[in-house]
Nanobody, 115 residues
Framework: VQLQASGGGLVQPGGSLRLSCTVSGSIFSISAMKWHRQAPGKERELVAGFIISGSNTYYTDSVKGRFTISRDYAKNGAHLQMTNLKPEDTAIYYC?????????WGQGTQVTVSS
């Protein structure tokens, strides 16, 4: 399983970005898709995720109401729509796919929120 993340960039506070994660390879038993982020000097944190077979989604408290995770059926991946971005959202964002007990990661995409 290979993951490719894209869509990061520099945006002003209050702006929006849409991250995309494309999944290729043996995708048939992927059970969950998630977005994580890691800011400088901080640990990686789970931002949002969903279970492939269900309808529930998860958001960390700091992004609720601002970020939306969705499934990309065409590219077997996921999007993360980010609105009302804040400087504290600055981080490298990683997409992750779970397959059984294995976890696969993309290369990360930088999001910088600054005026």
């Amino acid at each position: 399983v290979q993951l490719q993340a894209s869509g990061g960039g520099l945006v002003q506070p209050g702006g929006s970005l849409r991250l995309s994660c494309t999944v290729s390879g043996s995708i048939f038993s992927i059970s969950a898709m998630k977005w994580h982020r890691q800011a400088p000097g901080k640990e990686r944190e789970l931002v949002a995720g969903f279970i492939i077979s269900g309808s529930n989604t998860y958001y960390t408290d700091s992004v609720k109401g601002r970020f939306t995770i969705s499934r990309d059926y065409a590219k077997n991946g996921a999007h993360l729509q980010m609105t009302n971005l804040k400087p504290e959202d600055t981080a490298i964002y990683y997409c992750n796919a779970d397959q059984g007990q294995d976890a696969y990661w993309g290369q990360g995409t930088q999001v910088t929120v600054s005026s």
